[in-house]
């Protein structure tokens, strides 16, 4: 058991940049969840994926960011467009059931 | 929305005290998770939760599941200093608010050797 890795764990961008976060989830899992935390905040879900399918959708999923999981795998995340308000951990958790790990997040910069 | 609120916001103890810890909600969930973050790390599940009334441990590490279902507690015994970081609760309700976690703000634990 290799645990959720994520890629890149850090990452400093310039306003208005687009950037793109991987995450790859414990291979048996077929549940795959990104969250955002703020400092001095607990983790706020942003999307779920059932294999391939995204499920589940937060409010605060803006159109400025998308995630795939093309072969219900390994899943991107994308914000185009950033903004400093982006600036923030995001996090990438898998599961079977009901109980939900995380990966060490990668955290974002927006300068 | 659901939210979850979480007490104390800090602790600080000394070595070898027992630590308590409660969550509560303003609406039922069905799971309860507790986990552990370390700084610049991502939360580690400590220990999860499926009944109203349940009392799980993991090592010196107990929670219990409320019999309201809207509140849950974690007690950590004889506490050593790799304690130390942020405890969070999380619940879960897959009827109303599908497979989504939602997180308390956290109780940061200081331990004193």
């Known amino acids: 058991d290799t645990g959720v890795s994520q890629d890149p764990r850090h990452k400093i961008t310039k306003r208005g940049q687009n950037v793109t976060f991987r995450c790859d989830p414990i291979?048996?899992?077929?549940?795959l969840y990104w969250y955002r935390q703020t400092l001095g905040q607990g983790p706020e879900f942003l999307t779920y994926f059932q294999n391939e399918a995204q499920l589940e959708k937060s409010r605060l999923l803006s159109d400025r960011f998308s995630a795939e999981r093309p072969k219900g795998s390994f899943s991107t995340l994308e914000i185009q467009r950033t903004e400093q308000g982006d600036s923030a951990m995001y996090l990438c958790?898998?599961?079977?059931?009901?109980?939900?790990?995380f990966g060490p997040g990668t955290r974002l910069t927006v300068t | 929305g659901q939210q979850l609120n979480q007490s104390p916001q800090s602790m600080f103890i000394q070595e070898g005290e027992d630590v308590s810890m409660n969550c509560t909600s303003s609406s039922i969930f069905n799971t309860w998770l507790w986990y552990k973050q370390d700084p610049g790390e991502g939360p580690v599940l400590l220990i999860a939760l499926y009944k109203a009334g349940e009392l799980t441990s993991n090592g010196r590490l107990t929670a219990q599941f409320g019999i309201t279902r809207k509140d849950s507690f974690l007690n950590i015994s004889a506490s050593i200093p790799s304690d130390v970081g942020i405890y969070f609760c999380?619940?879960?309700?897959?009827?109303?608010?599908?497979?989504?976690?939602?997180f308390g703000e956290g109780t940061q634990l200081t331990v004193n050797p």
């Open positions: 291979s048996e899992h077929n549940r």
């Open positions: 999380a619940g879960q309700h897959l009827e109303t608010s599908g497979s989504r976690l939602t």
């Open positions: 958790a898998s599961g079977l059931y009901y109980e939900q790990y």
